[in-house]
């Protein structure tokens, strides 16, 4: 009876204590050697690649000619990497299945005596890695960073790496079977060897403390955990530039906490996004980062950033580079997409619908853009199964591991045009706590439901009542007057009523254009009528109770399976302000004079 008692308490412990990431952070200020390039490539059209007459991750080759094995990595063709199949072989870009990768490479070790970890920025969307011939896991998520450790299997030369991707949707996946985004597949970001000491610094948290944001000495508060057998007694955490240096006690679970005082801090703001670099060190290993101090929190409908209310001028963002038609993963796609926002007079982005890639998170630290970022829990989910709502945690603890550092990252999103019920209140009920218990620092949001008035009010009236809010610090949502329904002018006689004395943010509002189609404003996909569009949503909006910010709909035309209207979309969403040529639209003008007004009006 005993025996079966603990074996119950140790499923319920398992279960309570969701399975944290453990990817390693931090990549590119350790020692690593990049594995992108080209890589051969298999296509699995029946998934069967890990399990049929010789699983593709054995890379088998015929030991003479009597031999029978019915692949070849090394004859096979090659994709880049990173980058979705979708966008480099005409044959491959309708292509929805299973994907079978290899890269082979010789192993000259940067540090002695290392660890090695292969690191994999992303690869949507169920991801079973291997190396050298061995089976070691498998990944869920199309965005969010995995890594897997290979100190025992690596040799000197001879090494290969495969991963067999599989981007088919599923509708208990997260997105689930319909997205208006295409879905692209593959090793979408870069894949990092990456070398450790055989104790080193896993991971580590550091941030203001907000009480101290108007006080005169300001107090820097973190943590750190190492990872290894052999745990120094102590580390070291310093902050050079403002003379701060701390030695950390490192207790026998391998974390350790430090505080800092300091009167010389500059706060980080959009205005003023000033990064410090931090140092760590532990035993045989280093880390720095550059991170930004500041605070962000809530007060009655204003948003307050290190105390002070802030507008947010915002812009919605596809992780994708239009031009290149691709999904977006390097620092020039980022500067590509984050320079026009600050074009356009941004301060804020909304990386929709699910984790961005890291290089545009850390660039917004840098050019003092505040990020909205989410997870693809949109449209439809089940919410009823107790696995997508694992993975959903999974994942977003996986993005919070990645960018809790990142002074830019003020909110965590829950969900995007979910309709309310009790299965689907209780998912998102128990994602939203379990997002503030990870990090306590930063607001919580969701682009809601909104109906119309009821109980008398006049049909004019939005009501947005929905039932999440409550679990919410910013309440949003997306409207789109004038394009799915009614004249643009009807913006003028709709008010909205907020049930909740909370801040607001128009996660979404605009409308399709062909750039260089000009006509009247009355006629639709001219850029006339997206840009009386934008003026007579903004006059409205404007009328919002608690109106903080707006995200409009959507910085640059993106592709989506859902918009095959010939001549007009040809697979592509045209609610652009920017088309996919990088040609600016009317309506770009009217935010960017909006933005521009309301820059004024703080100053
Ligand atoms: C929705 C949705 C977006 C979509 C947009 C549109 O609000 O959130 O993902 O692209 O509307 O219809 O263009």
Known sequence: MKTKLFFLILM??????????????????????????????????????AIGFSPLYENKKPKDKTDRVEYSFDDAQ??????????????????????????????QPKLKNSRVFIYVGAANYKTQYSFNGKRLGEHEGGFTPFSFEVTDLIKEKDNFVILGVNNRREPDYIPGMVTDWYNYGGITRDVKLVEVPQTFIDDF????????????????????TLNGDQLPAEARVSIPELGLEQMVQIGDNGKGTFSFKSKKLDLWSPENPKLYTITLSAGEDELSDQVGFRTIETKGKQILLNGQPIF?????????????????????????????????????????????????????????????EELPLYWGINWQSESVLENAKRQYAEVIRRDKNRAA???????????????RNKFLGSVADYVRELDSTRLLSAACK???????????????????????????????????????????????????????????????????????????????????????NIDMFERVPGLSG????????????????????????R?????????????????????????EAVK
């Open 312 to 372: 947010l001028r915002g812009i919605s963002i596809h992780d994708e580079n239009p031009i290149r038609a691709d999904r977006a993963h390097s620092v020039d796609d980022a500067k590509l997409l984050l320079g026009w926002a600050k074009e356009l007079g941004c301060n804020f982005a909304r990386l929709a619908h699910y984790p961005h890639q890291e290089n545009i998170v850390r660039m917004a630290d840098q050019l003092g853009i505040l990020l909205w």
């Open 12 to 49: 319920l412990g398992s279960l309570l204590t969701q399975a944290q990431p453990n990817f390693i952070t931090n990549v590119n200020s350790r020692t690593n050697t990049s594995l992108g390039g080209k890589w051969k490539y298999i296509i699995d059209q029946y998934s069967t690649g």
């Open 550 to 573: 707006m995200t409009p709909w959507i910085l640059a035309d993106f592709q989506s399976p859902l918009r095959q209207l010939p001549n007009v979309q040809d697979g592509w969403n």
């Open 205 to 224: 948290t550091v941030s203001l403390k907000k009480e101290t944001v108007a006080a005169k000495e300001k107090e820097i508060e973190g943590e750190l």
């Open 409 to 423: 990252t003020i909110i965590w999103s829950i969900a995007n045009e979910t309709t309310p019920g009790d299965s």
């Open 78 to 107: 090659s994709l880049w990497v990173p980058g979705s199949w979708n966008a480099q072989k005409d044959e491959l870009y309708y292509y929805e299945g299973s994907m079978w990768y290899r890269k082979t490479f010789v192993f």
């Open 575 to 599: 609610k652009g302000l920017i088309s996919e040529t990088g040609q600016k639209k009317k309506a770009f003008f009217v935010l960017q004079k909006y933005y521009e007004q309301k820059r």
């Open 450 to 536: 909104k109906d119309l008035a009821v109980d008398g009010h006049p049909d004019n009236d939005y009501l947005v009542s929905d039932p999440i809010a409550e679990k919410l610090d910013i309440v949003s949502f997306n409207e789109y007057i004038g394009w799915y329904g009614g004249a643009p002018e009807e913006s003028r006689k709709k008010t909205f009523i907020i049930a909740y004395d909370k801040p607001v943010i128009i996660s979404e509002f605009g409308g399709g254009a062909i750039q260089g189609f000009h006509a009247d404003s009355t006629t639709r996909w001219s850029e006339e009528y997206q840009a009386y569009m934008y003026k007579e």
